[in-house]
């Protein structure tokens, strides 16, 4: 699939070697290798798309209620992305969660 300006898993992976994922409306968190992600998915695979599939088992994934509706983000992409020292996680091994 040809993407079309959308920032993919190659050019994070650029960047640093974990990514965080994390919702707004919710406590669901997680830390993924991109390595494995790039394993399953490619590297051209968009951050877009990862977003949507990360939240494919939620159950507000398809909420009426605009403000209850799941809403994946990540929240160090932009550090890691613009070249901004990353903050250090308490344990690299903590919270990693790559069977999503």
Known sequence: MKRQGSVSLGDVAAHGTHIDVACTRCARRGRYHLAR???????DYAM?????RMSKDCPMRDSQDFAKRCDVLF????????????????DDCVGDDDDY
Do not use: C, V
């Open 37 to 43: 992600l790039i394993a399953r998915f490619g590297p």
């Open 48 to 52: 877009t798309d990862l977003g949507s």
């Open 75 to 90: 929240p160090n992409i932009i550090a890691m992305m613009y070249g901004e020292a990353p903050k250090p996680a308490a």
